[in-house]
């Protein structure tokens, strides 16, 4: 089955610089990884996706690249600010399932 | 759009009781939910799919008498944790599957969690 494994797990960064997060994936069929921001003691919210036939997606500060050959993927935040700071989580989803596999989970901080 | 509610947003009980836990999808209709449970500092585990109309699908080691599921309708599912114990007592978060269509695989939505305390 799919294994996802998330690097750091911890990130802390000065506000206003980027931070990366980085997931790996083991299933070459998953074709669907979003990432979830999770804030304490609230559910799990979607900030963004991407999915098998593209290589990268940006909104705002937030992108994500993809890189199928290598099976990662990985989060950006660009000009980091304290309301960023959360748990967040990457997952995949294998075609033909409708189960996520999710990553461990990284704390980021951003320090004013 | 895309909003998922749960109720209770926590709930305290005594052990050997029973607890219900609702998961609504609010702005659309989701033929499949599934419920998770997240311990402190972890991430989360799927307990079960839930499709509207048909049982539950549980994943291993999730006893299926103690988390009942029912999925009634297309925009409802409900967790049932019976006769539970203090090592229940848990963060459980429901998510809702918005269809894409064309654009490939359904999309997660999580409700905001219950907090459960068995005492």
């Known amino acids: 089955g799919e294994n996802v494994e998330q690097h750091p797990s911890t990130l802390s960064v000065q506000e206003g610089d980027s931070a990366v997060i980085k997931c790996t994936y083991s299933d070459s069929a998953s074709n669907y990884f979003p990432w979830y921001k999770q804030e304490l003691g609230k559910g799990p919210q979607l900030i963004i996706d991407?999915?098998?036939?593209?290589g990268e997606k940006k909104d705002q500060r937030i992108a994500v690249t993809l890189n199928k050959t290598a099976k990662h993927f990985s989060l950006h935040i660009t000009e980091t600010q304290p309301e960023d700071s959360a748990v967040y989580f990457c997952a995949a989803l294998s075609r033909g399932t409708d189960k996520l596999i999710f990553g461990t989970g990284t704390r980021l901080q951003v320090f004013p | 759009g895309a909003v998922v509610s749960q109720h209770p947003s926590w709930v305290i009980c005594k052990s050997g009781t029973s607890v219900k836990i609702e998961c609504r999808s609010l702005d659309f209709q989701a033929t499949t939910m599934f419920w998770y449970r997240q311990f402190p500092k972890q991430s989360l585990m799927l307990m079960a799919t839930?499709?509207?109309?048909?049982?539950?699908?549980?994943e291993q080691g999730v006893e299926k008498d103690k988390f009942l599921i029912n999925h009634a309708s297309l925009t409802l599912s409900t967790l049932t944790v019976t006769s539970a114990h203090p090592e229940d007592s848990s963060f459980y978060i429901c998510?809702?599957?918005?269809?894409?269509?064309?654009?490939?695989?359904?999309?997660?939505?999580f409700g905001p969690g219950t907090r459960l305390t068995v005492l």
């Open positions: 998510s809702a599957s918005l269809p894409q269509g064309l654009a490939g695989s359904d999309t997660q939505y």
């Open positions: 991407i999915r098998s036939n593209v």
């Open positions: 839930s499709n509207e109309g048909s049982k539950a699908t549980y």
